[in-house]
């Protein structure tokens, strides 16, 4: 308001309380209109901000029932977990089954002999670790054999004066990561290298073999103190690497490692410590719990979703009013997409569940949600996978040689058949037919390209082989060992092909992007030379009818209702494959539905981004209002002064006048 300049001076009138009375009557009303509006709109924006906050929390109980993990549990369990620890995958038979643990896996273990300290000098020179079964005595000390294992890499060390004592020995071994670990265990004795293969088996026993630079690679001086062959065994074993032995359902199982996971489809054995003669039940069985946990989230969430709504959009009949947000059409648009959802039928469904309801789940009369826990238990003993199919994305294969990997927003619920016009295959590189078992110096070397990725120089053992298919195992060792191929997961087998004479590499991945290359060679005794094998081919064919890509084994959809729609094809035929039955569950569509209503850019942000416009105009309006009163103050304040003034100069004129009638009446 504006400052008060005259306060009834000249009259004796109470002008302040006049003008500031009038300047009230005018605004009350709409100081009362603007205030009864904001209220309003801050308790609508508090409502769509519990709202939202419930919905969010709904939208997060579909977190379970979304994901197909969860369908796919099922629980393995054991009599006697000190003896065995069991687990398994979705794909495991359900059963159960008599396992007898008669003995664990074990890896080699070798120590050398004693010397003075860690920082002792061993010698110099070359240190190869080859892995495979060793036959050896230990109690004659006796080594009679040694035949390689392909699969696992051969690691050369390079010991010279920076690294030739105990401890650089072991850290270098330790560095190469490449199959053994090595520690020095210093005693009142003295220090020992002790080296200990990482993975237990048979297959896992260690040959160590010595180029030493004093030119005696047997004898217990210089390096060769570390050798461990057919020639010379200066290291000790203090324990033999063996394989694991069980029986289960009375059939022998021998693994290389005490985690059995091959032998039965889907389920992992751990074997704790062996028990000839004790028969321990494992048995492997659905899991039902952590979906019944799901659903029950599910149903909470969607039932405090409602405790939130009903007060806020229906008319209480007990105190005769409206809640605060009763025929928003906001909220009634969202709750009707959100019941619509529920009560739909899932497209591309067959048999007893299509539906929230043909599992269990209905709605009552105040609009919450119920579960018949028996008829959910009921559809999952007898239709897990039609349970699966009401609330999660599924695609369904009807051949065991096609798996459902993904599919995208894109593909449609449908039947589609499968059609395979070129199988996946492995890059691989033919020889020439080898002319010598002897490698040696000079003719030792090749580099090999395999999946782009360039290996380093890799060096055969300079021998004579005892076979062509031996030393086509000594070549895939010697590859596989390479760091730059382990760096980037690159592998490959080597195979000796008698029918044809001749060396074959193939890579073990699938695809265009599989091959082998030889690009430098010295080995020329073995039919080899510089050049590129034939490479890999991706899978290709047709999902629906419909044109689709392959990558590896991987066939994607890329048209069509089967758009996006991705199958791992896993054998080798060309043909029909059957058919995939893909559906997409409830809960994806009411995800959407709640991703579109509670997001950043959804209709309600857009509904309180709208009130707290209105909110932000209230506050417009009340400086608007009081500007408009305070011009109105000064023009009262004005005419007010200019009434008073007037009337002081009449009071003045009057008492004059007064004063001269008195006087002449004295005079006279």
Request: aromatic share 4%; charged share 15%; glycine share 10%.
């Amino acid at each position: 308001m504006a400052g008060i300049t005259s306060t009834g001076l000249g009259s004796g009138l109470d002008i302040k309380s006049l003008v500031s009375n009038l300047v009230t009557a005018e605004g009350s009303a709409a100081v009362k209109r603007l205030d009864t509006r904001e209220a309003k709109l801050t308790t609508q924006i508090s409502s769509y901000g519990s709202l939202k906050s419930a919905m969010s929390s709904f939208q997060t109980s579909l977190a379970g029932l979304k994901n197909l993990s969860t369908f796919q549990k099922v629980t393995a369990t054991s009599s006697d977990t000190s003896t065995i620890a069991a687990s398994a995958t979705s794909n495991a038979n359900l059963g159960s089954y008599n396992v007898e643990v008669k003995q664990l896996a074990k890896s080699q273990t070798l120590a050398s002999t004693t010397f003075s300290s860690a920082t002792s000098t061993v010698g110099t020179g070359t240190l190869t670790i080859k892995f495979g079964t060793t036959t050896y005595d230990p109690l004659t000390d006796i080594y009679t054999g040694f035949a390689q294992d392909g699969n696992k890499g051969t690691l050369s060390l390079t010991i010279d004066s920076t690294n030739n004592t105990l401890a650089g020995v072991s850290e270098a071994i330790n560095k190469a990561k490449a199959g053994v670990t090595a520690v020095v265990i210093t005693d009142t004795t003295g220090s020992r290298l002790v080296l200990n293969s990482t993975e237990t088996g048979e297959s896992s026993s260690m040959e160590i073999s010595v180029t030493d630079d004093d030119l005696n690679n047997t004898d217990t001086s210089g390096l060769s103190a570390l050798a461990f062959n057919a020639a010379a065994t200066n290291m000790t074993q203090h324990q033999a690497s063996q394989d694991a032995k069980l029986a289960i359902n009375g059939l022998d199982i021998q693994s290389a490692s005490n985690t059995v996971n091959t032998a039965l489809k889907g389920l992992s054995l751990t074997l704790q410590q062996a028990q000839p003669g004790k028969i321990v039940t494992v048995g492997v069985s659905q899991n039902n719990t952590d979906i019944a946990s799901a659903v029950d989230s599910f149903v909470k969430g969607y039932n405090d979703l409602v405790k939130v709504v009903n007060p806020l959009a229906t008319f209480d009949a007990a105190t005769q009013k409206g809640g605060l947000l009763q025929g928003d059409a906001t909220l009634s648009s969202a709750m009707a997409q959100i019941r619509s959802e529920l009560g739909s039928m899932v497209s591309g469904l067959t048999g007893s569940a299509k539906s929230l309801a043909d599992i269990g789940i209905t709605t009552q009369k105040d609009g919450t949600l119920t579960l018949n826990s028996t008829k959910l238990n009921s559809q999952l003993a007898s239709n897990r996978s039609g349970v699966t199919a009401v609330f999660a994305v599924l695609g369904r294969p009807s051949n065991t040689n096609v798996l459902f990997s993904s599919s995208t927003s894109d593909t449609k619920a449908g039947q589609y058949a499968v059609d395979i016009t070129q199988v996946a295959t492995q890059g691989a590189l033919n020889g020439a037919a080898p002319t010598s078992l002897t490698i040696g110096a000079g003719a030792d070397t090749f580099e090999i390209k395999v999946d782009g990725t360039q290996s380093g120089s890799i060096a055969l053992t300079q021998k004579t082989y005892a076979s062509y298919a031996e030393l086509a195992t000594e070549m895939q060792s010697r590859i596989n060992g390479d760091s730059a191929l382990k760096a980037k997961g690159i592998s490959v087998g080597v195979t000796y092909d008698a029918g044809n004479n001749r060396m074959v590499f193939t890579s073990k991945s699938y695809g265009s992007s599989s091959h082998v290359e030889i690009t430098a060679n010295t080995t020329t005794d073995l039919g080899l030379s510089v050049g590129a094998g034939v490479a890999g081919q991706d899978v290709a064919g047709t999902i629906g009818g419909k044109a689709a890509t392959g990558k590896g084994q991987q066939l994607t959809s890329t048209e069509g209702d089967p758009l996006g729609l991705k199958l791992l094809i896993s054998d080798a035929t060309i043909g029909a494959k059957g058919t995939v039955d893909f559906s997409r569950g409830i809960m994806e569509r009411l995800d959407k539905v709640m991703t579109n209503l509670v997001s950043k850019t959804g209709s309600f942000t857009n509904r309180t981004d709208g009130l707290q416009k209105d909110l932000a105009k209230i506050a417009k309006d009340r400086v608007q209002l009081s500007d408009r009163l305070s011009s109105l103050e000064k023009r009262l304040y004005e005419r007010f002064n200019r009434m008073d003034a007037l009337l002081g100069q009449m009071q003045s004129t009057a008492s004059y006048l007064t004063q001269q009638f008195a006087n002449k009446s004295n005079n006279n």
